[in-house]
């Protein structure tokens, strides 16, 4: 069991930035890729950055360039540093943690954290 605590949403004008962080405990935290995640109202769920153990990162086409994903390992956090943000961009943000053992798949979530792009 892994559980997630994000922070650092809230509000911020076109072309602001943020960054959010996810704190992890109960398990072993270099073992999960962390992924965000963000859903905007009446969308579905996406996935916007992923990033491995070992730090090997992807990204949503739309985020790139503007989104930095990073981890540090010795304090279980991941972090979603977001510049040039965009009204589109708003959603709610969620943290989280997956790893395939054994051919079963774990999936673990945050909570969410708003953010919104807004003049």
């Known amino acids: 069991q892994v559980h997630l605590v994000e922070s650092g949403g809230g509000l911020v004008q076109p072309g602001g930035s943020l960054t959010l962080s996810c704190t992890a405990s109960g398990d072993i935290f270099n073992l999960y890729d962390m992924r965000w995640y963000r859903q905007a109202p009446g969308k579905q769920r996406d996935l916007v950055a992923s990033?491995?153990?070992?730090?090997?990162?992807n990204y949503q086409d739309s985020v790139k360039g503007r989104f930095t994903i990073s981890r540090d390992n010795t304090k279980n956090t991941v972090h979603l540093s977001m510049n040039s943000l965009r009204p589109e961009d708003t959603a709610v943000y969620y943290c989280n943690a997956y790893r395939v053992r054994y051919m079963e798949e774990f999936n673990f979530w945050g909570q969410g954290t708003q953010v919104s792009v807004t003049s």
């Open positions: 990033i491995s153990g070992g730090g090997l990162t």
